[in-house]
């Protein structure tokens, strides 16, 4: 079965940086596109970024400039690389794919910005 699983979450200040990372399973990583969405409390899930197969990327305004997707694909593994990050930045963080009909999700990790 599909598994996503993220980690490297955490509480960083303001203009810190961290990666986090998607290991994945069950599904044809290489060829799949991967997405990295966030929600805050009280807000709607919003896309942060993804990255096809082919390594193209695309990213939300808000991230632009300070985020980087990539992948590695003999580990089947996604990350998202973050720099600058800003107290708005605070969210959890998901990862997820569409494969096989299905649309997948990860249990998440906590990115907290605060001094």
């Known amino acids: 079965q599909v598994q996503l699983v993220e980690s490297g979450g955490g509480l960083v200040q303001p203009g810190g940086s961290l990666r986090l990372s998607c290991a994945a399973s069950g599904f044809t990583f290489s060829s799949s596109i991967m997405r990295w969405f966030r929600q805050a409390p009280g807000k709607e899930r919003e896309f942060v970024a993804t990255?096809?197969?082919?390594?193209?990327?695309a990213y939300a305004d808000s991230v632009k400039g300070r985020f980087t997707v990539s992948r590695d694909n003999a580990k089947n593994t996604v990350y998202l690389h973050m720099n600058s990050l800003k107290p708005e930045d605070t969210a959890g963080y998901y990862c997820?794919?569409?494969?096989?009909?299905?649309?997948?999700w990860g249990q998440g990790t906590q990115v907290t910005v605060s001094s």
């Open positions: 997820n794919v569409r494969t096989g009909g299905g649309d997948y």
């Open positions: 990255i096809t197969w082919s390594d193209l990327t």
